[in-house]
């Protein structure tokens, strides 16, 4: 059998996690093997997994391959195109930064009651999964795969399983990864009961009549909506992510939240093969809706690791937004505009598990620096550890969208494309895509209101808590994996030239038609629809923002007193500040808390004038429990009560029952 | 394009950069003036913000000990990006290689780094006032930045393009149309230049009242050098939003061509506007009360609504008629 060596790679990639999670298993005894074997392992697993996808996407293979292994009569299909090329290479970026920085922090939890080989073990499996999924070809394989990544990651959710409040959001994800799993199937059910078959190659063929295909449509959102947490089905996303070893949160924010964006577009976009404009609309909302939601509780939230799993809806919305407009675009017959939304949905996929990934591993370094996860104890950090400050800046820029950084980019090219609403006939959409990029507005303001915050409060200002007055440089394994990450933010916002030329051949494979004006003007220039509708040069920017900074520096710096002395704050002349006088994260939020106080269920507790011990309160809490998932669980359990009145505990009454189920079945078959 | 055309062409661009913070402080000045007059009072000279910006300079720099190396480094990115923005808004003539670098979109992101850059400093030292303006700031810049991006977004579908020098052209090519979205795009922008510059009503710039600033607060540990960076940048930004509005509203005069004729035409033509604007602006701001903070989103929420309007008015009744 000849196995193109791209497709090698790809299957060492896995062999190599599949190793990684075996070798970490005498960790329970060795605590050094998850530190020296398990997760160098992993990194290289990641390299190999994205030198296999930049192969794909460079050279547009379209391979298949099939291993006997799985059922008899239905062995496993592999496959590595563009648009699986581009996953993987996304999914191994993070998982080599990952490994590189997970080394120096597990060393935190060699003394803790935790088990270490649970960690290793499932980690490998974990990206195991992530990388079969996308690799598979064959909803069999794929639902196998889902279901491995779902497991294991909801092991890691449950690692720190001592605080009860970390086992009911491990039991809330597995309970919802199921729900999702289930519909994912029987999505793949109707499209398999049209096509005869299991295998994409099969499944791409069905033909299905409208009404079946928005079913499909319908539960494939759903299944892949709660995976990728879009409002409302993104309660378990904040309990879960936050809780999890940093580097796994950094993997699950980051890498399998795009496994769920992957299985959307793989369904949707390449195996049903039918676009409507009702579902581009359906996506549209739902994208807007997570992101304003999702930036809004980010910007309430006052625990760190939170706060960005929060964002993480916040950004899955943005990348729903992008996908929902590539569906509407493609509905009317304008496929070169859907493909400029569906190369914007690819750049932010990137992008998010890049800046996202960064900022958990931030947030990592400092709880192993710290142990402290709650911003209102932080301040002052960026002094203590200058290079996670520095990294955790671009970060924060970044996720911001603010020019140079690649958070820009594509968000740039979702305006481009919301901008082309014009050419649309229909009235109606053609002023609803205007409203959803006011909502897109909002929220990018919204985010850099939220990282002003989170930087603000956690590396400015004085430290609010002894134990982050004491904080250290962290080791050089964790600054690795930052900055390799950091690079690529920059690297992604310094050139979208090439970043397009590599996504283009995933637009091309999916709608027929890439982006082919996008270097018309050459390298320097980003025209993603023609150099008169818009054109954008990151590079020139950052040049001329060079000279311009040169120019600024020497005009300021020729005045007679060139070296700077340090005082005592200012602060209007009042009394001396002390740390406890600085705007805390809560503070900071209050004015947007109260501008959008609509959004939110608040309990506010105020301390009266006649209080001797004044305390002030505030809990937040989601409007989505209120209104779907408690009366959801309710009903749950108002139906088991009703069951269980055939619980009589006579054994002849339970004969009576079987004999009945029995008798009706025989009829329904007969 | 040939060589010395594109040359040309990119000294020109240069020049107008080099344009926006020499006639910055003279429309501070300029407001000033008008404001004093009409207090009754004779008011200092038009060009007082140069010499205040001087006296600056040759101050000693201070800087808190409490303060991190992001409090040195953020008064150079907020100048940087804030005269970058400025550089890429047609000034004297209008078909510029800088508009091709940066569009509208673009623009409205370096305005947001710089307002990050400032809104983080004035977290830095860890005073309570810094603390105060910096989150004022981002709440009112939260809901004036999509504002302003609706409005730019009526602008840049009409003329199928989000590049400035584009949109100008469009608009003089087609001559002098009263479009109700243009009308809308206007109100909206002029909200949100008033908001973002820090004016009355939102903020009032001639005060440190404690409990009424917003932008000063966050410079209040500022001294010398950095300081004269971040007033410069904050007048580069007033001018900035003037020159959108008249040239973008009301083009005509800016210059088509390189020519010296064209290109004095347009200097005259610009100052003219802006000499207007800045009167207006100072009636404005005497009339006027400054609003409770919190009547500030209102105010905000009526420009986006504005803005949306427009867009929406000019998606229905424009584009399919």
């Given amino acids: ?236 996303l904040p309990e879960a992510h936050p809780v999890a070893p940093s580097h796994i949160s950094a993997l699950m924010s980051g890498a399998m939240l795009k496994v769920a964006v992957y299985g959307f577009v793989r369904v949707v976009f390449d195996l049903i093969g039918q676009f409507h404009w009702q579902w581009g609309v359906v996506v549209l909302v739902a994208g807007s809706l997570s992101a304003l939601t999702g930036v809004l509780f980010a910007m309430m939230q006052s625990d760190l690791k939170r706060l960005l799993a929060y964002s993480s809806v916040e950004n899955l919305g943005i990348i729903f937004i992008a996908l929902g407009l590539a569906l509407l675009f493609m509905s009317t017959g304008h496929p070169t505009l859907a493909a400029l939304a569906f190369v914007a949905a690819l750049y932010h996929a990137i992008n998010h598990a890049l800046f996202k990934g960064l900022l958990f591993l931030g947030a990592g370094a400092v709880l192993h620096s710290t142990h402290e996860r709650d911003l209102e104890q932080m301040g002052g950090l960026l002094r203590r550890m200058p290079w996670t400050g520095l990294f955790f800046l671009v970060g924060c820029v970044a996720i911001s969208a603010l020019p140079p950084l690649n958070g820009f980019v594509s968000e740039w090219l979702t305006f481009q494309a919301a901008l082309q609403a014009w050419q649309l006939d229909s009235g109606v959409l053609r002023s609803l895509i205007p409203i959803v990029s006011a909502v897109l507005a909002l929220t990018g303001a919204l985010v850099a209101a939220t990282f002003v915050k989170v930087y603000g409060v956690a590396f400015l200002g004085q430290a609010r808590s002894r134990h982050v007055r004491r904080a250290r440089v962290v080791p050089m394994g964790m600054r690795l994996g930052q900055g390799l990450l950091a690079v690529f933010c920059v690297l992604l916002g310094v050139l979208p030239t090439q970043v397009i030329a590599l996504l283009d051949p995933v637009a091309e494979a999916v709608f027929g038609t890439g982006l082919p004006q996008a270097a018309a003007g050459g390298w320097l220039w980003l025209t993603p629809v023609s150099a008169e509708t818009a054109s954008y040069s990151a590079p020139l920017s950052i040049l001329l923002l060079a000279l311009i900074a040169g120019v600024a520096i020497l005009w300021a710096r020729r005045g007679r007193v060139r070296r700077v002395r340090r005082c005592d704050p200012w602060d209007c002349g009042l009394t001396p500040p002390t740390p406890r006088m600085q705007y805390s994260a809560a503070s900071f939020a209050q004015p947007i808390r109260r501008v959008f106080a ?45 069951v269980v009145l055939l619980q009589s505990g006579n054994v002849r009454v339970y004969l009576g029952w079987t004999l009945a189920t029995l008798l009706v079945l025989l009829w329904i078959i007969s | 394009m040939d060589e010395p055309v594109m040359l040309s062409a990119w000294g020109m661009a240069l020049l107008q950069a080099l344009l926006y913070p020499a006639l910055a402080p003279l429309l501070i000045g300029w407001v000033r003036k008008v404001k004093a007059r009409l207090h009754n009072r004779r008011g200092a000279s038009v060009f007082q913000p140069y010499r205040d910006l001087r006296k600056l300079l040759a101050k000693e720099t201070r800087v808190a000990h409490t303060a991190s190396p992001l409090f040195r480094l953020a008064p150079y990115v907020v100048f940087v990006a804030t005269w970058l923005a400025a550089a890429t808004v047609p000034l004297v003539a209008r078909d510029l290689p800088t508009a091709q670098i940066a569009d509208i979109i673009v623009l409205v992101g370096m305005l947001g780094l710089a307002r990050f850059f400032l809104a983080l400093a004035g977290m830095d030292v860890g005073t309570a006032f810094g603390g105060m303006g910096s989150s004022r700031e981002m709440m009112i810049s939260s809901l004036a930045e999509p504002a302003m991006l609706v409005a730019v977004f009526t602008l840049a579908m009409s003329a199928h393009s989000t590049s400035l020098s584009s949109v100008i052209g469009y608009h003089l090519a087609e001559g002098f149309v009263l479009r109700p979205s243009y009308l809308f795009a206007f109100g909206a922008l002029v909200l949100v230049a008033l908001a973002e510059s820090g004016r009355i009503p939102v903020d009032n710039p001639s005060t440190h009242l404690e409990l009424t600033m917003i932008h000063e607060g966050m410079l209040l540990e500022y001294t010398g050098r950095h300081l004269a960076l971040m007033e410069l940048a904050a007048h580069l930004k007033l001018l900035l939003y003037g020159v959108l509005i008249a040239n973008v509203f009301v083009p005509w005069g800016i210059g088509q061509a390189f020519a010296p004729a064209a290109l004095a035409l347009g200097l005259g033509a610009i100052l003219l506007k802006l000499a207007v604007l800045g009167a207006a602006l100072a009636v404005g701001e005497t009339v006027v009360a400054k609003m409770r903070l919190f009547r500030a989103p209102a105010f905000l929420n009526l420009a986006l609504l504005l803005a949306l309007l427009g867009l929406l008015s000019h998606v229905i009744l424009e584009v399919g008629a």
Wanted: aromatic letters at 12%; proline letters at 5%.
């Fill in chain 1, 1 to 236: 059998m000849n196995i193109h060596p791209a497709f090698l790679l790809a299957l060492l990639a896995l062999t190599l996690a599949l190793a990684s999670s075996l070798v970490a298993l005498p960790a329970a005894r060795w605590p050094r093997a998850l530190r020296w074997a398990s997760l160098p392992l992993l990194a290289l697993s990641g390299v190999a997994a994205s030198g296999a996808g930049l192969w794909a996407l460079i050279e547009g293979l379209d391979l298949g391959l099939t291993l006997p292994l799985g059922l008899p009569w239905l062995p496993w299909h592999l496959q590595l195109d563009a648009l699986a090329g581009f996953f993987l290479a996304l999914i191994g970026i993070l998982v080599t930064a990952a490994g590189i920085y997970g080394p120096a922090y597990v060393r935190g939890l060699e003394n803790g009651r935790e088990s270490l080989a649970a960690l290793g073990g499932f980690s490998g499996l974990f990206v195991t999964g992530m990388l079969l999924v996308v690799l598979a070809a064959d909803a069999f394989l794929f639902m196998v795969a889902w279901e491995l990544m779902s497991l294991a990651s909801y092991f890691l959710v449950a690692f720190h399983h001592d605080n009860p409040a970390n086992r009911r959001a491990a039991f809330l994800y597995l309970l919802m990864a199921h729900v999702g799993g289930l519909a994912i199937l029987l999505g793949f059910g109707v499209l398999a009961a049209f096509a005869g078959g299991f295998e994409f190659e099969l499944l791409r063929g069905a033909e299905l009549s409208t009404l079946w295909a928005s079913l499909c449509f319908a539960l494939v959102l759903l299944g892949f909506g709660m995976k990728a947490g879009l409002v409302p089905l993104h309660a378990w």
């Fill in chain 1, 598 to 642: 609509l959004a939110f269920v608040l309990d506010e507790r105020k301390p009266t004038a006649t209080d001797t011990r004044p305390r002030y309160r505030l809990r937040i809490a989601d409007r989505a429990w209120s209104l779907l998932y408690m009366p959801l669980a309710q009903a749950v359990e108002s139906a088991a009560r009703r």
